[in-house]
């Protein structure tokens, strides 16, 4: 009887998030702004002074700066699935912009204020355990 040969290329595994690992789903942040209007100062602020820092703490995400004269200064976000999000960044102080940021790295979190309706089911809790 003959054994199948296995090639290489049926050997590999597509990454994906799971228990073991983790894929960030943010790709590239584009920050955009304008040298002269005032609505700029604190998103060149942050530019000049924290991007740097920023960069470093998240290798995994290309940061980049455009500069778009006459417009609003906003930040980008492009994500793994071909979606991108845009965040304005006229009304944000220095630590706002910084806070807008890591809100585009991590992306939507979604915390419930009310309990369950039934709570949370365990075997452990009950006085006699399941017996099958």
């Not at 991007?51 to 976000?77: C, D, M, S, T, Y």
């Not at 006229?90 to 204020?113: A, C, D, H, P, Y």
Request: proline share 5%; glycine share 6%.
């Amino acid at each position: 009887m003959a054994t199948k040969q296995i090639l290489r290329a049926q050997l590999r595994s597509y990454p994906a998030n799971g228990h073991s690992a983790y894929l960030p789903q943010v790709r590239k942040i584009v920050l955009e702004y304008c040298q002269n209007l005032p609505s700029s100062t604190n998103a060149r602020t942050f530019i000049s002074n924290d991007l740097q820092r920023v960069a470093w703490q998240n290798p995994h995400v290309e940061f980049v700066v455009k500069q778009r004269n006459g417009h609003e200064p906003i930040a980008r976000g492009f994500y793994v699935n071909g979606r991108d999000k845009v965040i304005p960044l006229q009304e944000f102080e220095v630590n706002g912009v910084e806070k807008k940021i890591k809100q585009l790295k991590r992306g939507r979190i979604v915390e419930s204020t009310t309990e369950a309706a039934r709570g949370i089911w365990s075997g452990l809790h009950v006085d006699t355990p399941f017996k099958i």
